[in-house]
T-cell receptor, first 114, second 112 residues
Framework: DAKTTQPTSMDCAEGRAANLPCNHS???????VYWYRQIHSQGPQYIIH???NNETNEMASLIITEDRKSSTLILPHATLRDTAVYYCIVRVAGLAGTASKLTFGTGTRLQVTL | DVKVTQSSRYLVKRTGEKVFLECVQD?????MFWYRQDPGLGLRLIYF???????EKGDIPEGYSVSREKKERFSLILESASTNQTSMYLCASQGQGYQPQHFGDGTRLSIL
């Protein structure tokens, strides 16, 4: 799986958009980009994933550059409850009868402040 | 919403004990995983299963075994617990292909 690079930490004011970047310059054509977050002492929470098109769900938006070498997770109106470590992961889709693990890097620690 | 339920949030056991960690998912997913998470080491895959009664070793299977008798349930067994198995244990389930893995809340296991 391709390696990802994320900033160690970021701050965001409550109510503002949080834009979390991720670099995955060695991504290959069949690898998806996944975003998770982990709040202290809880299991990782799935946020969103995509292949090459931009994606949006009730939690966030995912913007993937045209060359797919980087992406940005956008939390449109950050709240204090969004304070967490955010992980960007690149993974090949598993074939039927197989499965592939997730490799979490160090992620970005997002601090949302009043 | 996908629900992955781990039987205990916190567990304290003694060295040498046989320990069972249970995980149940409600989405009829084929794939299930057991990871452990330690500070500075990230998530490490212990075992996974892609079907009932099927299992595959992950990166750190030593000292562990698993059981998957029913599709919705995946159990992790510490055959003879040791202090270096003190950790946060995370179960995940996943549908086919590119579907994301969904995690339980984790079990923080302490071996004394």
């Amino acid at each position: 799986d391709a390696k990802t690079t994320q900033p160690t930490s970021m701050d965001c004011a409550e109510g503002r958009a949080a834009n979390l970047p991720c670099n995955h310059s060695t991504i290959s054509g069949n690898e998806y980009v996944y975003w998770y977050r982990q709040i202290h002492s809880q299991g990782p929470q799935y946020i969103i994933h995509g292949l090459k098109n931009n994606e949006t769900n009730e939690m966030a938006s995912l913007i993937i550059t045209e060359d797919r070498k980087s992406s940005t997770l956008i939390l449109p109106h950050a709240t204090l409850r969004d304070t967490a470590v955010y992980y960007c992961i690149v993974r090949v889709a598993g074939l039927a009868g197989t499965a592939s693990k997730l490799t979490f890097g160090t992620g970005t620690r997002l601090q949302v402040t009043l | 919403d996908v629900k992955v339920t781990q039987s205990s949030r916190y567990l304290v056991k003694r060295t040498g004990e046989k320990v069972f960690l249970e995980c149940v998912q409600d989405m009829d997913h084929e794939n299930m995983f057991w990871y452990r998470q330690d500070p500075g080491l990230g998530l490490r895959l212990i075992y996974f299963s892609y079907d009932v009664k099927m299992k595959e070793k992950g990166d750190i299977p030593e000292g562990y075994s698993v059981s998957r008798e029913k599709k919705e349930r995946f159990s992790l067994i510490l055959e003879s617990a040791s202090t270096n198995q003190t950790s946060m244990y995370l179960c995940a389930s996943q549908g086919q292909g590119y579907q994301p893995q969904h995690f339980g809340d984790g079990t923080r296991l302490s071996i004394l």
